[in-house]
């Protein structure tokens, strides 16, 4: 009997403080001050499913995830939080950002952080031209992070085979379904 070849990364599984890069994300933010607790939707309303970082190292996972939580508040519908008003809404989304370019330093790749730079700077062109998708731009930064791909190119075909070329068409198809979900 043949068996299936994988085209994905291998991942060992979760452990459980990644399962809690969600509470680490709510509790960070708690503790900031009363504005982005009071933004937090309440814990039964949160929604944990990752949507890029599954395809990149998982020490990369709170940190990516921090900067796209930032980016759904400015651009789409939030896991965490809910914020109450458009002041909220370019606040909270900044402060994501930072946390999270912040937590990527802390991983020791320069690189890596250049290149959530690189995509924070290409998804804002892209929404604020009102052109293109930029969930291949998304899934191949979390598949080659720290690796300068949007330096090579911006081209969303090139950059969703890139990324299915690492972490596997099923999971780069689920990634970008889950994105679209969250900002159409």
């Known amino acids: 009997m043949a068996t299936r070849r994988s085209t ?7 452990s459980s403080s990644e399962l809690d890069l969600w509470q680490e994300i709510a509790l960070d933010a708690e503790r900031e001050g009363s504005l982005w607790r009071q933004a937090l939707r309440p814990r039964g309303a949160r929604d944990r499913e990752p949507v890029f970082s599954p395809l990149g190292e998982p020490r990369f996972a709170l ?7 930032g980016y759904l508040v400015h651009y789409g519908r939030p896991r965490l939080f809910a914020p109450a008003d458009s002041d909220t ?3 909270l989304g900044d402060y994501l950002y930072a946390h999270g370019l912040v937590r990527l330093a802390a991983t020791g790749s320069v690189e ?3 290149d959530m730079g690189e995509l924070i700077s290409l998804c804002a062109q892209l929404r604020a031209g009102g052109a293109g998708d930029d969930g291949p731009a998304w899934a191949a930064t979390a598949a080659l992070l720290g690796q300068g791909v949007l330096r090579e190119t911006d081209d969303p075909s090139t950059l969703r085979a890139r990324a299915e070329g690492v972490a596997g ?3 780069v198809g689920r990634a970008l379904a889950a994105h679209r979900l969250r900002v159409s």
């Not at 994905?8 to 979760?14: E, F, M, Q, T, V």
């Not at 940190?63 to 939580?69: D, L, M, P, Q, V």
């Open 112 to 114: 890596a952080v250049a």
């Open 89 to 91: 809404v370019l606040l």
């Open 8 to 14: 994905g990364r291998w991942r060992p599984p979760l």
């Open 169 to 171: 068409d099923d999971a």
């Open 63 to 69: 940190a990516f995830e921090t900067i796209y939580e």
